[in-house]
């Protein structure tokens, strides 16, 4: 309880006292708690209450105070509501841009579309490619079709849950429409009774279309060229491409904004209309939400929001394998404005793209898919070149993403889900004659791959377009007989070697491929491979097996996936797949499917492999800019003593141990000079023994 003073009076409250009381009452007063404006006032209020103890000036002066306050409330709430007012109508310019921005995006996506159709219901044929299926179909439509009367024709959807829809797009429209009108003829083929063909629509087109023929005033409903079309109970005829145009048929905000009919726009999907209501006449078949009402030729198959994500619903943090997708996109920006890509890719779990032609202010993006940082071309006249890869987020916490110092390889390691972390390279060389490329390109990757190589100690797989001519020359050195007893090396030195029993481990020595030529990128690359002891999959595993499929305009293979040799026993499936104009300009797209560690590993024939041993080699890793500190740091005095020895050789008496001595001493001058400037790394190496070999000698 606080003391008197020591006089015995009380201490009088001064109007000073009021306001400090009242300055702490409103700092108490919470954001979007009510009315600000209604809390402070009645602050004031209770603050003026007690006026004991103040003196006649300050009793003057809290009267006056009471008697303004209703001015200042008056006051206070005309501003605050002017400018409420003044906000929400520029709120309501802008909802009112968007949206008429939005509708015209999706009219010109649906534009985009005119050429295509999309096929429900018709069965997929192992071995069988979708052209040959779709032909078979339109024979029996008695419409003659040819290869070259189509320019995109494959699959869409979740390939686990088949039938998958069909996409198809002609090079003109005439061939769509006649199709169109010869379509009524599957119902005369009880085969064909459960396909349907339809217009490739949007989804905001899509659901439109089935929220229309679920109006009680609307007879009918069905597209064509793209628009809805309404024929009303009382026979007037309206058109719907839009939210806006659905008051033509009664209805108002209200009424659908009741059924949660809402719009939004993103990047990657011109429109997105959410419909959802209690009454919805919708049945559910496989993915699709289809109508119930199939007597209308115009049937149509909505593919439901839910079935876009359920290829990421279904992944758990321990998934059976990992498909990995590679393509030299030619501008991803230009690819995104079609439905395609995107649909392709659900199918995947990490995407790379080279040559994206990209900036610092793009914004791309993947549904249920996590960017990596991109690698942009800097300082180009126009956009051009870059690298970017996506990966899905249920991976996106195994990734490390590692410093990549230039723009032609984008590292990262793949941790946790694969048998051993593996180290990932997207890479992009331009062509040899540009003028961003060099054949330094490939010192700096090999560089920096072994570089990460060592520090993290994990396998490597590169993927992409390194422009690259290899024709079918080998990508390793094998140590055979002739070779090692030409050299005369002994069996010691011969174990120090970091070289793979490709019999052993499966794997052809002899690769394929239809491209038979070789340029100076293709033997610089043949020898990237050989230093680091990698191989490249083309024309090596599963379908494209004794192929070596083209890449690149159907005439040469640049793209390449190169892997080190442990890994091929761990890849579930590798191919080149056809080409697609709407997914790239001139490149083909490579696919590979490695299991996970919790997947059993793949039987491959004759593997008896064993670890043996293990031993460090010494590898080379060379710096241009070192190039001045090495050559100070060769030992001018052992270059003399071995130019001595050479003079002093008689070469009628020349043996194996007087050249193996020299040649020791020049190996050991250049490593003491490369140790000092810090140009050598030290690599582990698993030696792997044959059991069978073992077997045989005992």
């Given at each position: 309880m606080p003391q008197p003073p020591k006089n015995g009076k009380a201490k009088m409250k001064t109007f000073n006292d009021l306001c400090a009381v009242f300055a702490d009452a409103c700092s108490d007063i919470e954001e979007g708690n009510g009315d600000p404006v209604t809390g402070l006032i009645e602050n004031l209020r209770t603050s003026a209450q007690n006026v004991s103890g103040l003196n006649e000036s300050d009793q003057t002066a809290i009267k006056v105070v009471n008697l303004l306050l209703p001015a200042v409330n008056v006051i206070s709430s005309n501003i605050v509501g002017k400018y409420v007012r003044t906000h929400e109508s520029s709120i309501k310019n802008i909802s009112s841009v968007v949206r008429r921005n939005s509708y015209e995006i999706d009219k010109l996506n649906q534009y985009s579309r005119k050429e295509n159709i999309r096929i429900s219901g018709l069965q997929e044929v192992e071995g069988t490619d979708d052209f040959t299926i779709?032909?078979?179909?339109?024979?029996?439509?008695?419409?003659?079709?040819?290869?070259?009367?189509?320019?995109?024709?494959?699959?869409?959807?979740?390939?686990?849950?088949?039938?998958?829809?069909?996409?198809?797009?002609?090079?003109?429209?005439?061939?769509?429409?006649?199709?169109?009108?010869?379509?009524?003829?599957?119902?005369?083929?009880?085969?064909?009774?459960?396909?349907?063909?339809?217009?490739?629509?949007?989804?905001?087109?899509?659901?439109?279309?089935?929220?229309?023929?679920?109006?009680?005033?609307?007879?009918?409903?069905?597209?064509?060229?793209?628009?809805?079309?309404?024929?009303?109970?009382?026979?007037k005829k309206f058109t719907v491409e839009n939210p806006d145009d659905l008051f033509n048929l009664g209805e108002d905000d209200g009424s659908y904004g009741r059924r949660n009919v809402s719009y939004s726009s993103s990047f990657n999907k011109s429109c997105l209309l959410s419909v959802s209501s209690k009454n919805e006449n919708l049945s559910k078949n496989g993915n699709s939400l289809v109508r119930e009402d199939a007597s209308l030729d115009s049937y149509v198959t909505l593919i439901s929001d839910e079935s876009s994500n359920e290829s990421v619903l279904n992944q758990d943090a321990n998934p059976r394998s990992i498909k990995i997708y590679s393509l030299n996109v030619c501008g991803i920006i230009s690819k995104l404005k079609f439905p395609d890509l995107e649909e392709k890719c659900a199918d995947y779990d990490i995407l790379c793209f080279c040559e994206s032609k990209l900036d610092n202010l793009d914004e791309v993006e993947f549904s249920n898919f996590v960017k990596l940082p991109p690698l942009n071309r800097k300082g180009a006249k126009h956009k051009s070149g870059g690298i970017v890869v996506f990966v899905k987020e249920?991976?996106?916490?195994?990734?490390?993403?590692?410093?990549?110092?230039?723009?032609?390889?984008?590292?990262?390691?793949?941790?946790?889900?694969?048998?051993?972390?593996?180290?990932?390279?997207?890479?992009?060389?331009?062509?040899?004659?540009?003028?961003?490329?060099?054949?330094?390109?490939?010192?700096?990757?090999?560089?920096?791959?072994?570089?990460?190589?060592?520090?993290?100690?994990?396998?490597v797989c590169l993927l992409g377009d390194f422009n690259a001519h290899t024709g079918?020359?080998?990508?390793?050195?094998?140590?055979?007989?002739?070779?090692?007893?030409?050299?005369?090396?002994?069996?010691?030195?011969?174990?120090?070697?970091?070289?793979?029993?490709?019999?052993?481990?499966?794997?052809?020595?002899?690769?394929?491929?239809?491209?038979?030529?070789?340029?100076?990128?293709?033997?610089?690359?043949?020898?990237?491979?050989?230093?680091?002891?990698?191989?490249?999959?083309?024309?090596?595993?599963?379908?494209?097996?004794?192929?070596?499929?083209?890449?690149?305009?159907?005439?040469?293979?640049?793209?390449?996936?190169?892997?080190?040799?442990?890994?091929?026993?761990?890849?579930?499936?590798?191919?080149?797949?056809?080409?697609?104009?709407?997914?790239?300009?001139?490149?083909?797209?490579?696919?590979?499917?490695?299991?996970?560690?919790?997947?059993?590993?793949?039987?491959?024939?004759?593997?008896?492999?064993?670890?043996?041993?293990?031993?460090?080699?010494?590898?080379?890793?060379?710096?241009?800019?070192?190039?001045?500190?090495?050559?100070?740091?060769?030992?001018?005095?052992?270059?003399?003593?071995?130019?001595?020895?050479?003079?002093?050789?008689?070469?009628?008496?020349?043996?194996?141990?007087?050249?193996?001595?020299?040649?020791?001493?020049?190996n050991s001058l250049i490593l003491q000079a490369a140790s000092k400037c810090d140009l050598l790394l030290e690599k582990k190496v698993i030696r792997k023994v044959d059991n069978s070999l073992k077997k045989k000698k005992g």
């Open positions: 779709f032909k078979q179909l339109c024979e029996k439509i008695e419409v003659d079709v040819k290869k070259e009367d189509i320019v995109a024709c494959h699959r869409v959807g979740d390939p686990k849950k088949k039938p998958r829809q069909m996409l198809v797009r002609f090079v003109t429209r005439d061939l769509k429409f006649k199709i169109f009108t010869n379509k009524k003829k599957l119902k005369d083929d009880a085969s064909l009774s459960k396909v349907y063909i339809n217009e490739d629509l949007t989804l905001l087109r899509m659901k439109l279309l089935q929220y229309v023929k679920k109006l009680e005033n609307v007879k009918a409903a069905f597209t064509r060229d793209g628009k809805v079309q309404c024929i009303m109970k009382d026979g249920f991976l996106y916490s195994n990734i490390e993403v590692l410093e990549c110092s230039s723009e032609n390889a984008l590292w990262f390691i793949v941790n946790n889900i694969l048998y051993e972390p593996v180290l990932f390279g997207a890479c992009y060389i331009p062509p040899e004659r540009s003028d961003y490329s060099s054949i330094d390109i490939f010192d700096v990757i090999e560089t920096e791959l072994l570089k990460y190589a060592v520090d993290k100690n994990c396998k079918k020359k080998d990508d390793f050195v094998e140590m055979n007989h002739y070779v090692s007893e030409s050299a005369q090396l002994d069996k010691e030195i011969k174990q120090n070697f970091d070289f793979v029993d490709l019999d052993a481990l499966g794997i052809c020595k002899k690769r394929s491929s239809l491209d038979k030529s070789v340029d100076n990128y293709g033997n610089r690359l043949l020898l990237l491979c050989k230093d680091l002891n990698l191989l490249i999959a083309n024309g090596r595993l599963f379908k494209d097996k004794n192929i070596g499929a083209l890449t690149c305009k159907e005439s040469t293979v640049v793209d390449y996936c190169i892997m080190s040799p442990e890994l091929f026993t761990n890849i579930l499936d590798f191919e080149i797949l056809p080409y697609d104009p709407m997914l790239s300009d001139v490149h083909n797209a490579i696919y590979i499917e490695m299991s996970s560690k919790d997947t059993c590993m793949p039987v491959v024939e004759n593997i008896n492999v064993d670890i043996d041993d293990s031993s460090v080699v010494t590898k080379c890793k060379w710096e241009n800019d070192k190039y001045h500190e090495f050559n100070d740091c060769i030992d001018e005095a052992v270059i003399h003593s071995i130019v001595v020895k050479l003079e002093e050789i008689d070469t009628d008496l020349i043996d194996n141990i007087v050249v193996n001595s020299i040649v020791d001493e020049c």
